[in-house]
Every structure is written in C-alpha cells, then in structure tokens.
C-alpha cells in the first residue's frame, strides 16, 4: 500500500488512454456589456450550482463557491458571461441576469471578448492554473478561488505570468479580510513579538472524505466530461468525482490538506513573517485510502513544517466536535483564532491603548486600508491597480506547503526543500513530484501559448 501512494503522483497522471479531444468552437459575437459608471465588466469562469441564497450560503461552504464567487462580483462590475462544461451550471447561475449573462463551454471563447475585464474562477482545482494564465495573457484581471494550484510549478507558472504581465491577481482566502478581522489581529500580534520570538503555530482542520469504490457511468449530456478532465489522465464517468466531491482525488486536487488546509496554514506562515518564503524541513503521516475508484486523498494528516530560524508550524486533522483553526504559541504566550472568535490570556490583557495600536497595526497589514468584504478589495485593486490583500505570490507559498505536506506524507519520509530554490534537497523522487505530467490537448503550454 505504501508502495501505490508512493508512486501516485508520478506514474497515474502518465496513464492517458486513447480518446478523440472534443473540439473547440470559438465564438466571434459577443455581448454588448453595458458600463456603469467605473464598474468593471466581469465573467465567471466555473458557475457551480444553486438555486436560493440558502443554495449560495451551503455553495460558499461546500461546493467552490462557484455561483457564490459570481453574484458576489455582481455587487462591484456587469457580469456579462458565464462559463462551465456542465451547462446545467450555467444556466442556472445566468437566470438571475435577465438574459445579460451569454454561456460558453470553453473559458477560452470568454477570454476572447475585449469587453471582459476580469474573471472570477471558482472551477475545479486541476483547471485554475491554465486558466489564470491565459486570463492574465488575455490582459483580465483575476479572482481565483483557492487552492490556487495542482502542483507546485503550476504556482511558479501563475508567479511568473502575474509579473509579465502585471495584472491584479486575488486568491479566495477570505481569512485575510474578513471575520471582523480576527485573523489579522492574531498575525499582527505574532508578528509583535509579544507572543515570543521562536513561535509554534498548530493548524487543525477536519478530516478528509471517505469513500468508495463508486460505479461508473454515461455522463449525462449536459457536462463535456472529457472537457472537465481536461489535464487529469483518462477516466470513464463517475459522479463522485466531479463537482463537489472532485476534492477528495489527487487527480484534480490535494484533498482536505489543500482545501481547508490552505486558509490556515496561509494564516500560519503570515503570522511567523515566512508568507514569502517556504519550511526547510517536512514530515508527517496520513491515512491514504486504497480503495479502487474511491476516494485517495488523505483522510487523517498530522505534518510538522520546520522553517529557517526554528519557528514550526503543526498542520493536522482533527475529528469532527474539536475546534479547527490556529493556535500561536510563544514564550511569552499563547493565542487562538478562527472564523468565531479570537481568544487567549494575550488578548484578555490588552489595554485600551494596546487595541488601539493592534488596531493599527491591522490597517497596515491590510496595505494601508481598512479590512473587510474580500471581493471588495480585489475590485478595489483594479481600480488604483495596487496588490491585493491575498496576493498570488503569497499564496503561492502557502499552498506549496500544503502540496510539500501531501509529498512528504505520499513518500513516508523526512524530506528537506530549499525555498530559495523551490526544489527538494538531494531527492529526485520528491522533485519530480513538483509536478504532473499532462494529458494533450490539455496541457497548461497548450491552453495558455
């Protein structure tokens, strides 16, 4: 068993069966957007499902935040098309525009309309980095939904697009504006020195899904299947692995290590001052499921990430009931945050003038403004063209850790990363695992050239 895990990444992507691409059609009429004031003219690339605002809160939660991502830029710019290889999801999300939203198949056809100025993508996690690409390319600016990438060269891949071609780029970790900025608060005293010099922060999420094995079937018409594949290597239909539940396969994402994880090791590596640099060292341990056709990211992780300096950051699962978010630990005290409340004898202490001055150092951590609404502040970022709060190169960092968790625990062993040179130290088993090899005529060179 340790053996299959070991050489997933490296061996299942190069396992393409032979299959005819579906061919492409590029649309040369476009929707006429109508500007409103300085609102930007925006499409959403991946629309998901739902039907009420119950429908989007559950969606925002569970599903990619798809349709969510969509109507939430609606309060800013003209949403003016809409994206997705299942057209259920399209049209579903487009009904709410009176006929102003055009549904397309392939991103490609929307990234063609020179009205379009920015796209939110909210598609599964193995599609981001081709699309990001060609968007920046296309001269778009970005929101894209969280994990940013499949491997870590695809974030190397989207870093160096971003600086090329210097457009606003935002990745959806919320935590960073929103939740009436607890989390910044909590980084901001880390960064103080008041909780200690060498701090341990530990990162608890839930456990991963479970599953399998799963029938395959006919995809129904309305979702290009092969499309939806795109990159991941030749598969027949099953609907446990699209949509939803596409998380839980290391063919298309890094499971709850990556999903959940990401938010609050992005935290974590803010709050050490590391959010721009990598751990020296990882290890860890994880249940992986051997199960044919089933579920096979990580049920169960614990990992330890050591960064230069000594400061460590403790990323594990927990079991549903015990609290998820991130503890700071220092010499000199200790904290605690998550989506509901930020709490420690640190906190309890502050005087009026310390949360004055915490108050402040919030407002500088969020660039000089006032945190809140995270769209907001991408679409703010367009117009005075400055670097969003959740930036692509920060975020490149901390999802990088997450994929090293997922290698580390893949291989069974200690590993050493150079974080200058994003590579593995004297281990070209784990080097060749910074990567997937691709299925034609899916390949990110094709997508984006």
């Known amino acids: 068993m340790k053996s299959t895990r070991r050489d997933f990444l490296r061996t299942s992507a190069s396992i393409v069966a032979a299959g005819t691409a579906v061919p492409y ?52 710019g003209d949403v003016v098309a809409c994206c997705d290889v299942d057209r259920t999801h399209a049209e579903s999300f487009a ?13 490609r056809n929307v990234l063609d309309r020179k009205d379009v100025e920015a796209v939110i993508i909210a598609t599964p996690g193995h599609w981001h980095t081709a699309i990001s690409i060609a968007a920046m390319k296309a001269g778009k600016d970005v929101y894209c939904e969280k994990p940013l990438t499949l491997t870590i060269d695809e974030g190397k891949l989207i870093c160096k697009a971003a600086e090329q071609t210097g457009r606003v780029f935002q990745v959806g970790t919320q935590q960073r504006s929103e939740y009436n900025g607890i989390f910044l608060k909590a980084v901001a005293l880390a960064r103080s020195g008041r909780l200690g010099k060498k701090l341990t922060v530990t990162s608890a999420t839930m456990w991963g899904g479970r599953g399998g094995p799963f029938n395959n079937e006919v995809p129904p018409k309305h979702l290009d299947w092969d499309f939806w594949l795109g990159q991941a290597p030749k598969v027949p239909y099953c609907p446990q692995r699209c ?6 396969w290391l ?67 927990v079991p549903k009931g015990e609290s998820k978010g991130v503890l700071i630990e220092g010499d000199k005290g200790r904290i605690f945050v998550n989506r509901g409340r930020l709490s420690g004898k640190p906190i309890e202490e502050l005087t009026n003038s310390d949360k004055d001055w915490l108050d402040q150092e919030v407002i500088k951590l969020y660039k000089g403004k006032k945190p809140g609404n995270h769209m ?49 130290i004297g281990d070209d088993e784990a080097s060749a695992m910074r990567s997937r090899q691709q299925r034609e005529p899916y390949t990110i060179e094709r997508l984006t050239s």
């Open 25 to 76: 059609f590029r649309s040369s009429s476009h929707a006429k957007a109508e500007s409103k004031n300085d609102r930007p003219v925006v499409a959403l690339i991946g629309a998901g499902v739902s039907t009420s605002w119950v429908g989007l809160y559950r969606q925002s939660r569970s599903q990619g935040r798809g349709s969510f991502l969509g109507h939430e830029a609606a309060r800013f």
């Open 95 to 107: 009904a709410r525009y009176d006929g102003k939203c055009e549904i397309y198949k392939d991103f």
């Open 243 to 248: 949509h939803l539940n596409f998380r839980w």
């Open 251 to 317: 063919e298309y994402s890094g499971g709850q290590v990556t999903d959940w994880g990401v938010h609050f090791v992005d935290i974590a590596q803010w709050a050490l001052g590391c959010e721009n640099t990598g751990p020296v060292v990882i290890e860890g341990t994880g249940e992986f499921p051997n199960i044919p056709n089933g579920y096979n990211t990580a049920v169960t992780f614990d990992c330890t990430l050591t960064f230069a300096g000594g400061s460590k950051i403790v990323f594990h699962s």
């Open 376 to 424: 907001a502040n991408f679409f703010g970022c367009i117009k005075d063209h400055s670097l969003p709060i959740s930036d692509v190169f920060t975020h490149h960092r901390s999802v990088s850790s997450c994929h090293l968790s997922n290698i580390a625990m893949l291989l069974g062993r200690k590993l050493r990363w150079d974080p200058a040179k994003e590579d593995f």
